[in-house]
């Protein structure tokens, strides 16, 4: 059982350059997340997205947009990374809205110098 | 303003010392209270949900509570394995989705 799976694992951009982070689940989940978590500051939800074809920000969505490409799938794009982007991103998905509990992928970590 | 504070920020025991982890929690209309284990590289992993005071669950050597105000989670005669940072976590009040997270408790158990 895959769950949520994540790409990529790591990854070093430069400023200004651009990039999409791919997440996909197999548990035919409704709703996916994007998070960062970042020393001191816990994890905070970017974006999600409650079915197909809809997405809503979260408490930290300036600089990203996603995209639900299909129930299976939802990604996270840097359209100019900045060095305040650096961070670890988690994608997860659950059942039932954010009352049920969430699947997490392994994580992207993300350096932008 | 929704708030999941959790205390301590780190804990170190030694193998079989019992204790315990505390979640306290601002958000009106309180829809769950989760709590998650992370291992270094790793992402969250699903413990126990709680939804209202006075519940409790239990997982080997882990027993999670819930108050009104706040949750803890017991750990009884742990082991080394049980080293990870836990985390608290409740969906935000208003019907918002995804969840609000503590910045979670560093576990640490010496042999």
Redesign the interface.
């Known amino acids: 059982n895959a769950g ?1 799976t994540q790409t990529p694992k790591f990854q070093v951009l430069k400023t200004g350059q651009s990039m999409t982070l791919q997440c996909a689940q197999d548990m035919n989940h409704n ?1 996916m ?1 994007w ?1 960062r978590q970042d020393p ?6 970017i974006y ?1 997205s ?1 079915s197909e074809g809809t997405t ?1 920000k ?2 930290v969505p300036n600089g990203y947009n996603v995209s639900r490409l299909n129930k299976r799938e939802f990604s996270l794009r840097l359209e100019s990374a900045a060095p305040s982007q650096t961070s670890v991103y ?1 994608c ?1 998905s659950s059942d039932r ?11 992207t970590r993300l350096t932008v110098v | 303003e929704d708030q999941v504070t959790q205390s301590p920020e780190a804990l170190r025991l030694q193998e079989g010392e019992s204790s315990s982890l505390n979640c306290s929690y601002t958000v009106s209309g309180l829809r769950g209270l989760f709590w998650y284990r992370q291992d270094p590289g790793k992402g969250p992993e699903f413990l126990f949900t709680l939804y209202s005071a006075g519940e409790e669950k239990e997982k080997e050597r882990l027993k999670a509570t819930l108050t009104k105000k706040e949750s803890f989670l017991h750990i009884t005669a742990p082991k080394p394995e049980d080293s990870a940072t836990y985390l608290c976590a409740a969906p935000p009040g208003g019907g918002a989705d995804g969840l609000t997270f503590g910045k979670g408790t560093h576990l640490i158990i010496q042999p």
């Open positions: 949520v709703s997340y998070y001191g500051m816990g994890l905070r939800l999600y409650a809503d979260g408490e988690f997860a809205r954010g009352w049920t509990e969430a699947f997490f992928g392994q994580g």
